[in-house]
């Protein structure tokens, strides 16, 4: 069984840095396909796409985000790692950390974690 | 940069009836990938319909009334008939070139 849980601050003050961290199982970010993706929703509003890491340690960011993402891994930890810098007020919202399986559904998320709500607030 | 934009915002239908829901992208996505979830209160998003523009696939577990359709810049999932289950937050996803856009959302509510 697959799955991914979020866990990291439950608030941040403005200018802060955010650090989240997915811890996943079921699945291995060394086997060939294998992506973790990090995606935000602030309350009421739509799913925005952050960052993905794939089994080859490749990195894709958000283009309006990139300067402030950071995605990582730890495959030994079966974790993955997201820093967002420089926290406003608008990046109140719910992260989500979700599976992409690039050899089964190419392009979409089976699986997501439940979410962790972040609020910034000073 | 595209633009996925889903319509309407809300659909306000009784059980048993069709929901038409469209996504409508801002540039034609004839070689990249469009995707539904739905989303219910409190409740990360859920995997609905996958594929390359013009194909879609049900993920496992989703019932048959549930499909995708569309290509270029239309594209239009319908649940062919309301379950009580199925009312929710829809959104459409597409992925290219290693970028991946949600659309806003629409809210299917029992009318």
């Known amino acids: 069984q697959v799955t991914l849980r979020e866990s990291g601050p439950a608030l941040v003050k403005p200018t802060q840095t955010l650090t989240l961290t997915c811890t996943f199982s079921?699945?291995?970010?060394?086997?060939?396909?294998?992506?973790v993706s990090w995606i935000r929703q602030p309350p009421g509003k739509a799913l925005e796409w952050l960052a993905l890491i794939d089994w080859e340690d490749d990195k894709y960011y958000s283009t309006s985000l990139r300067t402030r993402l950071t995605i990582s891994k730890d495959t030994s930890k079966n974790q993955v790692v997201l820093t967002m810098t420089n926290m406003d007020l608008v990046d109140t919202a719910t992260y989500y950390c979700?599976?992409?399986?690039?050899?089964?559904?190419?392009?979409?998320?089976?699986?997501w974690g439940q979410g962790t709500m972040v609020t910034v607030s000073s | 940069e595209i633009v996925l934009t889903q319509s309407p915002g809300t659909l306000s239908l009784s059980p048993g009836e069709r929901a038409t829901l469209s996504c409508r992208a801002s540039q034609s996505v004839t070689s990249s990938y469009l995707a539904w979830y739905q989303q219910k209160p409190g409740q990360a998003p859920r995997l609905l319909i996958y594929?390359?523009?013009?194909?879609?696939t049900r993920a496992p577990g989703i019932p048959y009334r549930f499909s995708g359709s569309g290509s270029g810049t239309d594209f239009t999932l319908t649940i062919s008939r309301l379950e009580p289950e199925d009312f929710a937050v829809y959104h459409c996803q597409r992925y290219d070139r290693s970028l991946w856009t949600f659309g806003q959302g629409t809210k299917v509510e029992i009318k």
């Open positions: 979700a599976r992409l399986d690039r050899g089964y559904i190419q392009g979409a998320f089976d699986i």
């Open positions: 079921g699945f291995s970010l060394s086997t060939s396909g294998m992506c």
């Open positions: 594929g390359a523009s013009g194909a879609s």
